[in-house]
């Protein structure tokens, strides 16, 4: 099966194709909705066969390249359109499409009656395609491709509902903020792979990392690559400082806020840093200010969490920490730890968003979780799946988040410093307070909405995949059971990538120094820290709602810094983004622009008429004057000729 | 009998072309500007003869044939033109034919 890998691409794009070209001609929901999913599900199920064809075969055979064809060739440039199936692409393939297909099935309900129902299929089906070539290309070129790819889709559906207004503005604002500030990173990941085809003369994966592994050029060309790599990852995946875009994106339907906002793209720069893991550890430096970028992104994102009052912004910026979680676990060299995280992440926060669509839908478009409460009664099935997944995020024992979570902790404790362990604990433990003050505000205390709304369950095509992405939520953890508990075998997960990272640990000399007994020292800590924060949230937000309003108006400088991001967007406005516009508008528009280039073509105009006007009085109509200026001319050209034999 | 020597018939040649090109240049009259031209020509026919002649080769006279012709032409065409002009502009004033001008 590994040979029609190419299949989980193509599928998806003949889904857009039929949906995009067909789809408004089609009309029924029912077919366009079974289209767009069914061709992610065979894609899902591709993967899945050639994921279990990958578990039959020993381990040195299971990295195959599937060639398709030649697609670039320039000189000494020779692009192959490849795809590359080794453990790394088909776990994040499986994530994608999986959690895909759910995300698929739950919009035909959520989606039911937009007016433009096929064209949201279209997209998504899109993003997939993009997203699949992102994950699996074999060459940093098919993976740019996929990369700008994904942004574009990013862009559409943020923008899907162009004619509605977005706080402040309008959604294709938000839209085209992602757009602009994802093209930062991108020219950084650009200028990373030109780095790369400098030094290493070829853009394909197994040579560019062969070659990497081979000779240790100097560290500060793997310094520079490595650097402007990342900068890529902070565009896609939301860190400091390129992460403004992501709440925004927020914008979007809510399924797409799940599949590319939450649990897909925005661990495309995750991936990166993980399949480029050889040339990361050549450069220590970068390696620690990814480590520190990712862990201030995690805390400062839960930070804001805390006090924000939109359900979706509360989740965005839970995502914003989560990926910070999933860099700090790349900065400490624990690649694995981190992909670990990427795939329960994927189904805790899928359900997370899906949970609060189902949420969204019941209360008519209000996102306000002040104006929620006492849901549970009215919502039971989203209530359940909503609550496992709060309890999954906040790394309740048992479920994914502990898993995922405990292992980058540990890690970063174990190779990095106690400093990133303690600032991970504290973001953890605020973690757990917003996911369960969010939890409380909605499902619990008194009804806090005009009653003529009539909340009412998801239909099943919107809460079977709940229930599945929460049983994924609770079991996804078992197959990345650390060593503590599983004993010989070891973790599961851990052994399954370590031929993709073994390079780049034995570089980075990564190894297990610590006791089981200080591991399990650690997960206590934050286990108590997760239990105590959940119990702080219940106390507050059900018991005695008045603590969170004193508090707050105690705190004031504090609440509203928080309540405005940090000021993060006003300051780029006025730093970055308003010297770029009048820039452009005082230099570029009205100089070089209205008096360079148009001077130019004006002038070049102008100077000809001119001189024809000096020319011009030649033409003075007189015959005579022309006969005259003639025989004068042959008569020199006679002299000419005879004086020159 | 005195053969006429060859500088004489040149000379004539040289002053007929003189005096027709003084009167293309300096007369107004379109139809004495147009007779001048054929001044001009037949003074080359007469030097082409005189050559023609002087060297024993028949080249030069069959060329005046072919002169000639073309000069018919011409005065067909140039005074149709002329005529035609007249009737636009009732003058054959060359000074005051310059509707081209810019």
Same mark, same amino acid.
């Given at each position: ?98 959690v895909?297909?759910?995300i ?50 990013s862009?559409?559906l943020i ?7 977005f706080e402040k503005g309008?959604t294709?604002q938000a839209a085209?903020k992602a757009f602009v500030v994802n093209?930062i990173g ?47 990852a902070t565009g896609k995946s939301a860190q400091i400082p390129l992460f403004v875009w992501l709440p925004d994106a927020m914008a979007g339907p809510t399924p797409v806020s799940a599949l590319i906002h939450a649990a897909t793209m925005v661990t495309a720069g995750v ?19 990814i480590a520190i970028v990712g862990l201030l992104t995690a805390f400062f994102a839960a930070t804001v969490g805390l006090v924000q009052n939109d359900i979706k912004k509360v989740l965005a910026y839970s995502t914003v920490s989560q990926l910070g979680y999933m860099f700090l676990a790349m900065g ?6 981190g992909?670990?995280h990427v795939?329960t992440h994927a189904f805790f926060k899928a359900l997370l968003f899906l949970g609060a669509g189902s949420i969204i839908?019941?209360m008519?478009d209000q996102q306000d979780i002040q104006h929620y ?13 909503f609550v496992?997944a709060a309890l999954a995020i906040s790394g309740f024992?048992?479920?994914s988040g502990?898993?995922s979570k405990?292992?980058i902790l ?10 990133l362990?303690?600032v991970g604990i504290l973001t953890a433990l605020m973690t757990a307070f917003y996911m369960f003050r969010l939890l409380f505000l909605t499902f ?29 939520s ?52 934050s286990?108590?820290a997760a239990?105590?924060s959940i119990?702080l949230a219940?106390?507050i937000y ?6 969170a309003?004193?508090t707050s108006?105690?705190f004031s400088k504090l609440y509203r810094l928080l309540l405005n991001k940090y000021y993060v967007d006003e300051v780029y406005e ?72 | ?51 023609? !002649?002087?060297? %024993?080769? *028949? ?9 000639? +012709? /073309?000069?018919?032409? #011409? !005065?067909?065409? %140039?005074? *149709? ?9 009732? +003058? /054959?004033?060359?000074? #005051? ?6």
């Open positions: 099966m590994i040979d029609y890998i190419y299949l989980t691409v193509l599928l998806p794009l003949i889904g857009f194709l039929i949906n995009g070209i067909f789809g408004h001609k089609i009309k029924n929901e029912k077919i366009i909705g079974i289209i767009g999913s069914s061709t992610v599900g065979v894609s899902f199920l591709v993967a899945l066969a050639s994921f279990f064809q990958m578990l039959s075969l020993p381990v040195d055979q299971r990295k195959h390249v599937v060639e398709l064809f030649s697609w670039l060739s320039a000189g000494g440039l020779n692009i192959k359109f490849a795809y590359l199936v080794d453990q790394l692409s088909i776990v994040m393939a499986l994530i994608v499409t999986g895909g297909f759910l698929h099935v739950y919009s035909i309900g959520y989606m039911h009656a937009d007016k433009s129902f096929w064209r949201f299929f279209a997209y998504l089906n899109l993003f997939i395609f993009a997203m699949m070539n992102l994950i699996l290309g074999d060459n940093f070129v098919v993976l740019f491709l996929g990369w700008e790819g994904v942004g574009l889709c862009y559409l923008g899907f509902w162009y004619d509605r207004k309008t294709s085209k093209r991108d020219f950084g990941f650009l200028l990373g792979m030109f780095l790369i085809y400098l030094t290493f003369d070829s853009l394909n994966f197994q040579e560019v990392f062969s070659k990497a592994e081979l000779f240790p050029i100097s560290g500060t060309v793997y310094g520079f690559i490595a650097l402007f790599l990342f900068i890529g991936y990166m840093v993980a399949r480029c893991s050889i040339i990361f550890a050549s450069a220590p430096a970068i390696m620690t200010v400490v060299g624990a690649f694995s730890a992909i670990f795939m839908h019941a008519h409460g006492g849901l549970k009664k009215y919502m039971p099935k989203t209530y359940i799946t496992i024992p048992g479920l502990f898993f405990d292992e540990w890690n970063a404790y174990a190779h990095g410093s106690v400093l362990w303690a619990f205390g008194k009804e806090r909405f005009s009653h003529d709304l009539h909340p009412h369950e998801s239909p099943a095509v919107m809460t079977v995949p709940l229930i599945i992405l929460a049983v994924l609770v079991v996804g953890g078992y197959i990345g059971l650390p060593a503590v508990f599983s004993g010989e075998n070891g973790n599961l997960f851990e052994s399954w990538l370590s031929p993709i990272f073994s390079s780049a640990e034995r570089r980075l000399e990564v190894y297990g120094s610590h006791g089981h007994f200080e591991e399990i020292l650690l997960m206590m800590i286990v108590a239990l105590g119990y219940y106390y059900t018991k005695k709602p008045e603590i309003s004193k108006r105690k006025a730093t970055i983004v308003q010297p770029l516009q009048k820039g452009s508008e005082k230099i570029l528009w009205k100089i070089a622009d209205n008096k360079i280039i148009d001077g130019t073509v004006n002038g070049a105009a102008s100077l000809i008429d001119k001189t024809a006007a000096l020319i011009r009085r030649f033409q003075t109509g007189f015959t005579q004057f022309y006969a005259f200026i003639m025989m004068v001319g042959i008569a020199i050209a006679l002299f000419w000729i005879i004086l020159s034999f | 009998m005195n053969i006429i020597p060859i500088e004489y018939y040149l000379v004539l040649s040289a002053f007929m072309f003189a005096v027709g090109i003084t009167g293309v240049l300096i007369r107004k009259n379109a139809i004495v500007v147009f007779m001048c031209i054929e001044l001009m020509l037949n003074s080359a026919n007469l030097a082409l003869v005189t050559f023609s !002649s002087y060297l %024993g080769n *028949a080249a030069g006279q069959v060329f005046v044939f072919f002169v000639m +012709t /073309v000069a018919a032409a #011409e !005065s067909a065409v %140039g005074l *149709a033109i002329i005529i035609a002009i007249f009737r636009n502009k009732l +003058t /054959v004033n060359i000074d #005051e034919i310059n509707i081209f001008k810019w």
